[in-house]
C-alpha cells in the first residue's frame, strides 16, 4: 500500500472545520521553488508548479522501483506580500509565494538532486527546484470550499477577529494546501486548507 500523507496526516490534509481551530503541525519536508506574481497569469507560476510535480513524479517512480512507494501529495503554497491587504483585496500582481508538495520522511535532498538531472535530461526542465524543510508548530487553520477569490472574509476575519479573540499574533507565512485540481474542478466545488502560523 503506497504511504498516503493525506490519510497519514489527516488533522493537516483532511480537516472539516469550516472556520477557524489550532492544532501543532509538525516539521514536514518539500520540495519547493519560489516566485512573485499573479497565479492565475504569471507564466512563471505556471512554470514553477511544471517543474515541481515534474520532481514530485520522478522522485516518486524511483521510490516505487525501491519498493517504497507513495503518493504524490498535493500542491501546497507559501503567500506573503509586503503589505498583508493584498490578500484581503486579492490585489494578485504583488504577492510572492513558495509553491511546494510534500515529501515522505524517508526521502531525502539526494533524491532531489538525483531527479534534477532526469528532470533536465528527460523533460527539458532547468528550475530552481529545491529540498526544504517547514516546522510551522501552533496554527490557526480552516477549510475553504469554493473559488480561490472567494478567501477574502475568511482571511478578513482570521486577521480581524480570530487572531484579537484568542490573544494570538500572525508569526509566520500563509499556508495553503490545494485539495482540488482547479483545472478539473469547477471553482464552486474546489477544497483549500487554509493555514497561518500564530504564538
Same mark, same amino acid.
Given at each position: 500500500m503506497p504511504y498516503d500523507l493525506k490519510k497519514e496526516l489527516k488533522q493537516l490534509y483532511a480537516p472539516k472545520n469550516r472556520d477557524w481551530a489550532l492544532l501543532d503541525v509538525p516539521e514536514q519536508q518539500f520540495l519547493a521553488i519560489d516566485g512573485r506574481g499573479n497565479p492565475n497569469t504569471a507564466e512563471s507560476y505556471k512554470k514553477a508548479v511544471e517543474a515541481l510535480y515534474a520532481f514530485a513524479y520522478t522522485i516518486k517512480f524511483s521510490a516505487k522501483q525501491r519498493g517504497e512507494d507513495f503518493v504524490v501529495g498535493p500542491l501546497e503554497g507559501?503567500?506573503?506580500?509586503?503589505?498583508?491587504?493584498?490578500?484581503?483585496?486579492?490585489?494578485?500582481d504583488s504577492w510572492q509565494w513558495t509553491m511546494l508538495i510534500a515529501q515522505p520522511p524517508w526521502i531525502g535532498e539526494d533524491a532531489v538532486e538525483e531527479?534534477?538531472? *532526469? &528532470?533536465? =535530461?528527460?523533460?527539458?526542465?532547468?528550475?530552481?527546484?529545491?529540498?526544504?524543510?517547514?516546522?510551522?508548530?501552533?496554527?490557526?487553520?480552516?477549510?475553504?470550499?469554493g473559488s480561490h477569490d472567494d478567501e477574502g472574509p475568511?482571511?478578513?476575519?482570521?486577521?480581524d477577529e480570530y487572531v484579537v479573540e484568542q490573544g494570538l499574533k500572525l508569526t509566520g507565512l500563509?499556508?495553503?494546501?490545494?485539495?482540488?485540481?482547479?483545472?478539473?474542478?469547477?471553482p464552486a466545488k474546489?477544497? *483549500? &486548507?487554509? =493555514?497561518?502560523?500564530v504564538g
Open positions: 507559501l503567500w506573503w506580500a509586503d503589505d498583508y491587504t493584498a490578500f484581503t483585496v486579492r490585489a494578485k531527479a534534477r538531472e *532526469t &528532470v533536465v =535530461r528527460k523533460k527539458k526542465i532547468d528550475a530552481p527546484v529545491r529540498f526544504e524543510k517547514l516546522h510551522e508548530g501552533r496554527c490557526a487553520q480552516a477549510l475553504h470550499l475568511l482571511l478578513a476575519r482570521l486577521h500563509h499556508h495553503e494546501v490545494y485539495l482540488g485540481d482547479p483545472r478539473r474542478t469547477e474546489l477544497k *483549500t &486548507v487554509l =493555514r497561518q502560523p
